[in-house]
């Protein structure tokens, strides 16, 4: 009991203030400027809904949720298994792979819009080699949003695949012995024994994967900006484009408030269905 | 190069401390130019004013213009707000004179004013009160690349009306010339061309009315017409390709670069496509040429209208009687004349553009001397977020995600919810 009260006023205020102060700011029409006084009640949340990019940042972030569970995961899981034995160069490798974690995330959007430039970029030489004209990916609302995917899979799936080497190496070796005296061979082992002994972890990798969705921004601004015609936002973007880019602090407020609903949601319900053993 | 500054800053204001011991005053002077060449000069009118005025320092700080809009409304409103702010009048202006963050200079000002181009200081002042100075204006036009024009037998100076415009770009096209480039992702660079239009078409009048809701508002036949009429020039397909992807200072570098015929330019790009040059030299004197945004059969508004910015000095609540005498320094005959001498800016003080050493920006100085209605900027004249509204329906335009009529709707429906 004793030790509860700092906790408690530190999540006050630095958790529940704000949020309350943003759930407060969302009910005017207000530039930032002296206090708010402009009560417009929910509109602030219509405008939202009525946004067409609001609708697209959503849906991008679903996207990256989607490719993640259906091709980074997948992807860290095979190379995890392979590198988690030991061999010469498994090491290296798996630095390697992780890699791109380390790298900030700027920087590598930064890199990414040089590599993806349509006049001198690498894609664009590669393009050259075969005659061809290359498109400029992050300058089409059809491609900009893969070509940001592309980077998210190529950045995060060496933190997810350390998750898995890490649960693999802390595996009971004995489990897959016993198994393996019991007749079960290759796919027979990693599908009946090895997989079902890493749900625990994969449990944590998709927890991560939906969290990383809804906090990416620093990876879509300086590749896009949320363009070409908002093709490529996120909720976050969208909220620092159309908030605090255009001082509509009751507006960014509403948005806020949403993102804070999702997350808040999410990490319950998931906590309470998915990792209620851990 | 900025970071570079930036230190230097960083270092200037760790060795303030002692330049403070003397001097009485201080003024804190925010700006935004990024162009070390210009803000050289800045710095030597600083020091001038200094000499003149014992015991007055001038502290300048820097911000990056994008941070800078975001960091305004906070920074106006803390007690380290700095004395004098830059701006581009319109509508965040009046939000800053509602908040009351800004001083009230009229009195302080006095006859001066009249000094100045009449239609900058009235972008400054607001309910019939002077709360900035204008030190520059700009026009936006087409800046055009002689060489590629003549490679593609069209003359600039024949460009007058829009069909003339749309057969330039046929002819340019054919002969496998880039016709425009435009910094698309930075959206601004494409509601020129919208807003150009509307000031074609509807005129000062056709503004006035939508500003009160008259005539359907920006949902209007002015406004739908003027999308109709971009995407008339859109689907000739007239812009480099990949154009959302460029920012504006890559579109101005690629037209320093001489890799397209044209750009729907500010006035002061006349500079900045040198700088931004991967030559660092871009196009010669000789290379450039201007003509202003072409007339529309059966437009409302005056050939002699032009679009453009007004951009000034602000002095904020609280600051010393120091900072408004350090804008009346910036904006008085001699340091005017200094600063059109090399051809940085169009200057404010009437009679100090005869100083403009080029015959380009002496041309740009006429057209706005002679215009009875110079528009500012629609996204600076609308504030905030219609503004940015505007740029972002135009730029939808342009990639073909959006109806002429669905976006004159957007717009409108911005203007309704307001800033």
């Known amino acids: 009991m004793l030790f509860l009260p700092p906790a408690v006023l530190l999540f006050t205020l630095f958790v529940v203030m704000p949020a309350g102060e943003a759930g407060w700011y969302s009910a005017f029409n207000w530039n930032g400027f002296g206090r708010p006084t402009r009560w417009i009640g929910l509109d602030n949340y219509r405008y939202v809904f009525e946004n067409r990019a609001f609708g697209i940042a959503l849906w991008n972030n679903v996207l990256v949720i989607a490719v993640s569970l259906v091709v980074q995961l997948p992807l860290a899981l095979t190379l995890a298994v392979i590198l988690a034995e030991r061999f010469r160069g498994a090491v290296a490798l798996r630095l390697v792979f992780f890699l791109p974690y380390i790298l900030a995330e700027i920087a590598t959007g930064m890199i990414f819009s040089f590599v993806y430039d349509g006049n001198y970029g690498l894609l664009t030489a590669i393009w050259g080699w075969f005659g061809a004209e290359a498109p400029h990916l992050l300058a089409s609302p059809a491609t900009a949003m893969p070509a940001i995917l592309v980077v998210i899979v190529w950045k995060y799936f060496g933190f997810h695949m350390m998750l898995f080497i890490a649960a693999l190496q802390g595996m009971d070796r004995g489990v897959i012995e016993a198994a393996r005296i019991d007749g079960a061979t290759g796919w027979q082992l990693q599908r009946h024994v090895v997989l079902p002994l890493l749900y625990p972890t994969i449990r944590l990798s998709i927890f991560f994967v939906v969290v990383g969705s809804l906090q990416l921004f620093d990876l879509v601004m300086p590749l896009t900006r949320g363009g070409p015609a908002d093709a490529s936002h996120t909720i976050v973007s969208f909220l620092y484009t159309f908030g605090v880019m255009r001082m509509r602090v009751g507006f960014g407020s509403a948005v806020g408030v949403i993102l804070f609903v999702i997350c808040a949601t999410f990490a319950f319900t998931y906590k309470r269905w998915f990792m209620r053993d851990e | ?419």
């Open chain 2, 1 to 419: 190069m900025s970071i570079t500054r930036r230190v230097l800053f960083a270092a200037a204001a760790l060795a303030l401390p002692a330049h403070i011991a003397a001097a009485e005053t201080v003024v804190k002077w925010l700006h935004i130019e990024a162009n070390p060449v210009q803000v050289k000069i800045w710095e030597e009118v600083a020091h001038d004013f200094e000499a003149k005025n014992p015991g007055v320092k001038i502290e300048m700080s820097f911000l990056e213009n994008e941070a800078y809009k975001a960091k305004a409304p906070t920074l106006l409103q803390s007690k380290e707000r700095p004395h004098i702010i830059y701006s581009w009048a319109g509508g965040v202006l009046r939000s800053q004179v509602e908040a009351g963050v800004l001083e009230d200079i009229t009195a302080g000002v006095g006859d001066f004013k009249a000094h100045l181009s009449p239609a900058a200081v009235n972008a400054f002042t607001v309910n019939g009160r002077l709360y900035g100075l204008p030190y520059t204006v700009s026009q936006v036009g087409f800046m055009y690349n002689k060489e590629l024009f003549a490679k593609a037998g069209v003359d600039g100076s024949k460009i007058a009306a829009w069909d003339d415009l749309m057969d330039a770009v046929r002819k340019l096209k054919a002969a496998n010339v880039t016709p425009i480039v435009v910094g698309g992702a930075d959206k601004w660079p494409l509601h020129f061309y919208w807003t150009n239009l509307a000031v074609r078409i509807g005129g000062q009048g056709g503004f006035q009315a939508a500003l009160k809701g008259e005539n359907g508002g920006f949902e209007g036949p002015v406004f739908q017409r003027s999308g109709e009429m971009f995407k008339q020039l859109v689907d000739l397909q007239p812009f480099q390709t990949g154009f959302l992807g460029f920012k504006n200072p890559q579109a101005v570098g690629y037209f320093g670069d001489g890799k397209a015929a044209m750009i729907l330019a500010i006035s002061s790009f006349y500079h900045t496509q040198r700088a931004l040059a991967a030559d660092k030299v871009g196009l010669s004197d000789d290379k450039v040429g201007w003509f202003n945004f072409p007339t529309v059969p059966g437009g409302k508004g005056d050939p002699a209208d032009t679009l453009g910015g007004m951009n000034g000095w602000l002095v904020t609540k609280g600051a010393p009687k120091e900072a408004v005498a350090f804008i009346k320094f910036f904006t008085s005959e001699e340091v005017q004349k200094r600063l059109a001498a090399g051809n940085y800016i169009i200057p404010t003080y009437q009679g100090a553009e005869s100083g403009l050493g080029s015959a380009f920006m002496r041309n740009i100085a006429h057209n706005i001397a002679v215009s009875k209605y110079h528009q500012n900027f629609y996204d600076q004249d609308l504030g905030p977020n219609v503004g940015r509204v505007v740029n972002d329906v135009t730029a939808e335009i342009a990639g073909g995600t959006m109806t002429p009529k669905a976006a004159a709707k957007a717009i409108q429906d911005a203007y309704v919810q307001g800033n």
